[in-house]
């Protein structure tokens, strides 16, 4: 089993719609949470970052984590044609301990 | 603008050629790292640099070489790369290895012929 599975979609929405993405992890070490957004031909820009369990809101964005199931999501709210892009998950054990990302998910907002 | 610069933007390189990536960091940061991106495959975490001294090599091929020779710059030269080498290289900086928050810059493609 891989340390972190995301699907890589690609997901496609209309303007306005709710998306979640997901993630799901085997390590039960992994302690820092963190969402990535990735444009085309740039590099990832980190988005979210959530410490051990629970909600995290910013804006039209919410990112959830559930360490009893190993399960984290990132909502968008409103989506917006602008939103497309690619979203890593990554996560660690903390301390020490070296980022794990997930292989993204490709997002497409149509107006 | 990000904090983390790189050039160049794109590389293409033969197999039997030498070029280097070159990564600045303006944010302060203690450490710096090497990542690969290919298509369809997770970021692979490259190298580790914590104020100048490597502290991680995560089995990288010996064609690939880290130089960091200062807390605000990164290198990666390579030589005699094979076409599967062609890939995103990103680089990213953080506080310091361990803090989670990285930043990346906005990454070099190379395609090797």
């Known amino acids: 089993q891989k340390e972190v599975e995301q699907d890589p979609g690609p997901l496609s929405v209309p303007e306005g719609a709710i998306v979640s993405l997901n993630c799901t992890y085997s390590?039960?070490?992994?302690?820092?949470f963190m969402w990535y957004r990735q444009y085309s031909r740039k590099g990832p820009e980190l988005l979210m970052y959530?410490?051990?369990?629970g909600n995290k809101e910013d804006g039209r964005f919410t990112a959830q984590v559930d360490k009893s199931s190993k399960y984290i999501s990132l909502f968008i709210r409103d989506s917006q044609p602008s939103d497309s892009a690619t979203y890593l998950c990554a996560m660690s054990r903390g301390s020490q301990g070296n980022l794990i990302f997930g292989k993204g998910t490709k997002l497409s907002v149509k107006p | 603008e990000t904090g983390v610069t790189q050039t160049p933007r794109h590389l293409v390189m033969g197999m039997t050629n030498k070029k280097s990536l070159k990564c600045e960091q303006h944010?302060?940061?203690?450490?710096m790292y090497w990542y690969k991106q290919s298509a369809k495959k997770p970021l692979e975490l490259m190298f580790v640099?914590?104020?100048?001294?490597?502290?991680e090599n995560n089995s990288v091929p010996s064609r690939f070489s880290p130089e960091c020779p200062n807390s605000s710059h990164l290198f990666l030269h390579l030589h005699t790369l094979q076409p599967e080498d062609s890939a995103l290289y990103l680089c990213?900086?953080?506080?310091?290895?361990?803090?989670?928050?990285?930043?990346f810059g906005q990454g070099t493609r190379l395609t090797v012929v």
């Open positions: 390590n039960s070490a992994f302690q820092y």
């Open positions: 944010l302060g940061h203690n450490a």
């Open positions: 990213a900086s953080s506080q310091g290895v361990g803090v989670q928050m990285a930043f």
């Open positions: 959530t410490y051990s369990s």
């Open positions: 640099y914590s104020l100048e001294e490597r502290v």
